[in-house]
């Protein structure tokens, strides 16, 4: 039975992140400072694994933070389906829970079991779970790949993940994520399994 290892990244760091500014999939933001040392501190660690793909978002924040290995010439495909949540109305404003109670109520909502429920002119994690799926059907169809690298967002890569593990939608917020972590997954045929957790250890290496 083949397996397959997925590399599964969150972009790094943009101005927008450090002012809790949110982006969503309506904001094409570029990497910060920070952000651009992250994807060389993550390069550098990782430039040994045998990538056979590069998945990325089409946002050029995730193309940015594993431009490293683009270098090296690996195939790279952008897919839409990886882009993040929409976030309707309160993309590019203030949207931490302590600012912002309608978005601190909506993630309860979902916590609570509605995740059909979506910001004003938003998407749902129901409807990124839809769109989700044919990439992940795609990348599952190609046994010859059998060590990739996505590179994709925070919300939306909750909500893979819980695509992955067969987790429901309401549990995503159980999957911590931080600019430039890592989720290191197995699949073995059947199922995926976790083999790192939101894991920053390449940012301590310099």
């Known amino acids: 039975m083949s397996s397959k290892k997925v ?9 927008y992140n450090l002012q809790s500014i949110v ?16 994807a060389i501190q993550f390069f550098e660690r990782y430039k040994d694994v045998p990538f056979d793909k590069v998945y990325t978002s089409t946002l050029q924040r995730s193309i940015q933070s ?6 090296l010439g690996l195939p790279h495909e952008k897919h839409a389906g990886l882009n993040e949540i929409h976030w309707g109305v ?35 994690p129901v409807v990124v779970a839809a769109r989700q799926k044919p990439f992940i059907e795609l990348m599952l169809s190609r046994p010859e790949e059998e060590t990739i690298l996505i590179c994709m967002h925070g919300r939306a890569m909750r909500i893979m993940l819980c695509n992955l593990l067969n987790y429901p939608l309401s549990c995503m917020d159980n999957f911590e994520h931080l600019n430039l972590c890592l989720y290191e997954l197995e699949h073995t045929g059947s ?8 894991d920053v250890s390449h940012l301590r290496d310099a």
Not at 23 to 38: E, F, V
Not at 99 to 117: K, N, V
Not at 191 to 198: N, P
Request: charged content about 25%; hydrophobic content about 25%; aromatic content about 10%.
């Open 7 to 15: 590399y599964l990244i969150r972009h790094g760091q943009t101005d």
């Open 90 to 124: 309160r993309e590019g404003t203030h949207m931490t829970p302590e600012e912002d109670q309608y978005y601190a109520d909506m993630l309860q909502t979902w916590r609570d079991g509605d995740c059909d429920a979506s910001i004003e002119g938003g998407e749902s």
């Open 191 to 198: 199922m995926f399994t976790v083999k790192k957790y939101c």
């Open 23 to 38: 982006q969503g999939s309506g904001i094409d933001s570029s990497l910060n400072a920070t952000g651009q040392r992250q």
């Open 66 to 71: 594993v431009q490293g290995f683009l270098d």
